[in-house]
Nanobody
């Protein structure tokens, strides 16, 4: 089982990034997918959810209206489109796959928002 995130980097405040997470080794379409983030010295926090089947989404209040989660089951990939980025969005971003008691994590990708 693997979840591999990519797309992080350094961006100025107000900018945008698109994160990707490619899954392998399990039936991706059967799992709800989430993005979490963790800033230095802080606990990991949930950011966004997309369920399967159905594709319903939900977001943390801190990112609602700025971030969008989506998935492509044919490509075993989940995305996080991040717009209007703020310095407080700086964190390691991790994707998570979950179905019942099974959960898998990626290794994370760093997002730094700074001028």
């Amino acid at each position: 089982v693997q979840l591999v995130e990519s797309g992080g980097g350094l961006v100025q405040p107000g900018g945008s990034l698109r994160l990707s997470c490619v899954a392998s080794g399990f039936t991706f379409s059967g799992y709800d997918m989430r993005w979490y983030r963790q800033a230095p010295g802080k606990e990991r926090e949930w950011v966004a959810l997309i369920i399967s089947p159905g594709g319903g989404t939900n977001y943390a209040d801190s990112v609602k209206g700025r971030f969008a989660i989506s998935r492509d089951n044919a490509k075993n990939t989940v995305y996080l489109e991040m717009n209007s980025l703020k310095p407080e969005d700086t964190a390691g971003y991790y994707c998570n796959a979950r179905r019942w008691s099974q959960t898998y994590w990626g290794q994370g990708t760093q997002v730094t928002v700074s001028s």
